[in-house]
């Protein structure tokens, strides 16, 4: 049909061959002729399919009906679409886009006659616009900073992220070398590398170095991509800021290598370095020391005042401690209140003295803990490498032992000797058999007459642990109550002798034995557990003693860490109505200013005073003036380690007439101390 048609007269091939649909139509959108370019783009495989039938827009074809009207509107006041861009649907359902131009062909006397058209199939044009419209946005929107260059490494474009991360805008970049973005610590060889790659592979990845425009470096995670390879390619760089990551990672090994109190290297860390220091004097032939210290009445300072207090305490004791030595010198904390010093190239023994004394120092000057100024000493014990051990471990271990060595002997600091290594042996072997001895029923109390030495009564006893060790001779208390401290094993053993102590005596009484007054020594651990009162309290009730029979001796050291709070444990034991005595009196802290605050009944002249009398004039006068100060103070007073009639005589006629020490009796079992009770004569009187 549509060949009879020839309006078209010479274009006729023209029209056949067209690769852009061609029609015509009547005024009211019937096909009068179209072209197989027309009939291909909707699907028909020949135009007489669509030969009187009705046009796309009479028959509603368009993806959005709102085109259609659009169209129809302009063709109706213009008479002339152009170009008119719109989504129909093919035959088979297909959506493609199109681009038409339509006419309204009229007659002489400007009657519509026709309208004639061409379309063309602009789906593909239209796919790869929208695909690079996304791609501009995903350039645009990204996160990541993106960089275009030509082969030469020139910029051809960035991104908004990349003007966001490095403060450059696409004007500055845009033009200059790619290499404005190394920074020295990545060298240009291992820049140029790079390219290399990306340009041999195709793609090079990994995390780098890039610098923003102040020239500040940060560490980034680059994707560098050669886009087409050849002389002319481009590369597209991907650029990620990782500071946050490096810096999270960073922080996750500072956790795991550092304590978080004091951030000073745990005790992985330490043996790391120690190995590694080992290693490095073995090279050099240099000596390594280790300073292992511990804090002086740490527990005691931390059950004082609580936590809170005890974590600012190891703060600055690690601070004071960093301050002792060079940045280079390892400072670590093994846990609690242990911390470890290592020296490397250190010349010999006294050169890590040296390095002791200065801690020694700085622990002189008390701890400020917001206003509560806190005095805390420090143990310290030495040892060096090679002389001292051979690996890690073990001289770890044997600085440990020296600093047990110096606390036990009361020493600022000790050297690491080879008789040392026996005793902690010793001590290892003492405190699994500890462990046993409660449950074994091992432990027996003695008890120490308290005389009256100018009438031979007894007025009281001192009770005195003693441990029947299965195989060995028995172990004496001066030896195993610092072990039983140490490894925690002290408290069930106070417990037991506070309750044994009362039990005996009502035992006693029940016998007709009167022993006026009983008394017990206090652990530190002890004395400071909040549950002593009721802990005396149930011993007094299950006795059914009085509490006025009770003395416990407590120590002035107990008290020095925190006045306020002794005073207060103090007051509720004198409320409970039982007696307290200061053991060793005048050999520590002795604040006479205090003295009068506390709330004790007794002072005891320690041995150490008596033992010289009455030669000793310097001690004859420390006893004359304690003597005195406890009759001001309305305290009773008594002496222990008396051994002879002369030092006896002496205490008497300074007004001191109850003793206790060999002179009158040994520590004795539960049957003779009995037998002494029952005896009417008394012990020696003056
Ligand atoms: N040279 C000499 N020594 C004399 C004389 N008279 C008594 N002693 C000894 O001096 C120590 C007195 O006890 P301490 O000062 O409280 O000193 C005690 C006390 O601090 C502690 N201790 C003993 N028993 C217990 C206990 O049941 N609990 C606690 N927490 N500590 C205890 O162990 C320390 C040593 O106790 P022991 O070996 O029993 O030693 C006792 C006693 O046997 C004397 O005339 N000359």
Redesign the pocket.
């Known amino acids: 049909m549509a060949r009879k048609n020839d309006d078209l007269g010479g274009y006729r091939s023209l029209f056949e061959n067209a690769v852009e649909g061609i029609y015509r139509t009547t005024p009211d959108g019937r096909y009068l002729d179209a072209n197989p370019a027309l009939a291909r783009i909707y699907g028909y495989k020949d135009p007489a399919e669509l030969i009187a039938g009705l046009t796309d827009i009479a028959r509603g074809l368009y993806v959005d009906p709102a085109d259609r009207d659009r169209f129809r509107e302009i063709l109706a006041r213009d008479s002339v679409v152009s170009n008119f861009e719109a989504r129909v649907r093919t035959r088979s359902g297909e959506i493609i886009w199109i681009a038409e131009n339509a006419r309204a062909v009229t007659d002489g006397r400007d009657r519509l006659v026709c309208y004639e058209g061409t379309v063309q199939n602009i789906t593909a044009r239209k796919q790869a616009e929208e695909s690079l419209r996304l791609a501009a946005t995903v350039f645009e929107t990204v996160g990541e900073a993106i960089v275009v260059t030509d082969g030469q490494r020139r910029i051809l474009a960035v991104n908004d992220a990349f003007e966001r991360m490095t403060g450059w805008s696409a004007a500055e970049m845009v033009g200059q070398s790619c290499d404005l973005l190394a920074v020295e610590m990545i060298g240009l060889r291992e820049v140029d590398e790079m390219w290399r790659l990306a340009a041999g592979t195709g793609q090079w990845s990994g995390e780098t170095w890039t610098r923003r425009k102040e020239s500040e470096p940060f560490p980034a995670a680059l994707a560098l991509t050669a886009v087409d390879q050849g002389i002319d390619g481009r590369f597209v760089l991907l650029l990620r800021d990782i500071t946050r990551k490096r810096r999270d990672e960073q922080r996750i090994r500072f956790h795991a290598s550092h304590d978080a109190l004091t951030r000073l290297p745990n005790r992985h860390t330490v043996m790391e370095a120690l190995g590694e220091s080992i290693v490095r004097a073995d090279q050099t032939g240099e000596r390594l020391a280790v300073l292992y210290l511990d804090v002086n009445r740490f527990k005691d300072i931390n059950d004082s005042y609580g936590h809170g207090v005890g974590d600012e305490l190891l703060r600055q004791v690690a601070r004071r401690l960093k301050s002792c030595v060079r940045a280079s010198d390892v400072i670590g904390r093994l846990g609690g209140d242990e911390f470890v010093m290592l020296l490397p190239s250190v010349g010999d023994h006294s050169a890590a003295q040296a390095c002791a004394n200065k801690v020694l120092y700085a622990f002189a000057e008390p701890f400020d803990m917001e206003g509560l100024q806190l005095f805390a000493g420090t143990s310290i014990g030495i040892a060096l490498y090679p002389d001292d051990a051979d690996g890690a471990e073990s001289l770890l271990s044997r600085a440990d032992a020296a600093m047990y060595h110096a606390k036990r002997g009361g020493l600022p600091y000790s050297c690491f000797d080879i008789e040392m290594d026996r005793q902690v042996a010793e001590r290892v072997s003492l405190e699994n058999d500890l462990r046993l001895a409660l449950g074994e029923d091992q432990f027996r109390l003695v008890y ?1 007459p308290k005389v009256d030495a100018l009438s031979g009564a007894i007025v009281g006893a ?4 003693r441990w029947r060790h299965p195989m060995r001779s028995d172990v ?3 030896l195993f ?1 610092p072990v039983a401290e140490r490894a925690g094993l002290i408290g069930a053993i ?1 417990d037991w ?1 506070l309750v044994e102590a009362c039990r005996q005596v009502a035992e006693w009484r029940a016998a007709g034995l009167n022993l006026p007054s009983i008394s ?4 530190p651990a002890q004395f400071h557990d909040g549950r002593l009162k009721d802990k005396v309290k149930a011993a007094l009730a299950d006795s059914g003693l009085s509490p006025s029979v009770l003395e416990l ?1 407590i120590t002035e050291t107990m008290m020095a860490s925190d006045v306020d709070r002794a005073i207060e444990i103090l007051g509720q034991l004198s409320a409970l109505g039982v007696r307290v005595s200061l ?2 009196f005048g050999t520590g802290y002795s604040s006479l200013a205090y003295l009068k605050l506390f709330p004790v009944s007794t002072l005891k002249i320690d ?1 150490a005073f008596v033992t010289e009398l009455p030669g000793n004039a310097k001690d004859g006068a420390i006893i004359a003036s304690v003597i005195a100060l406890a009759g001001n103070l309305g305290f009773s007073v008594i002496a ?4 002879t009639r002369d030092q006896a005589a002496f205490l008497a006629a300074r007004g001191c007439p109850v003793m ?4 009158f009796s040994r ?1 004795v079992n539960a049957a003779t101390f009995a037998a002494l009770l029952s005896n009417p004569e008394g012990l020696i009187r003056l």
């Open positions: 120490q001192e009770a005195l642990i004496s208390p001066g109550i106070d002798v017990v020594n206090l652990s001796e053991d060793d041995r222990e380690g008396v051994e206790q020490g060999f002179l520590p």
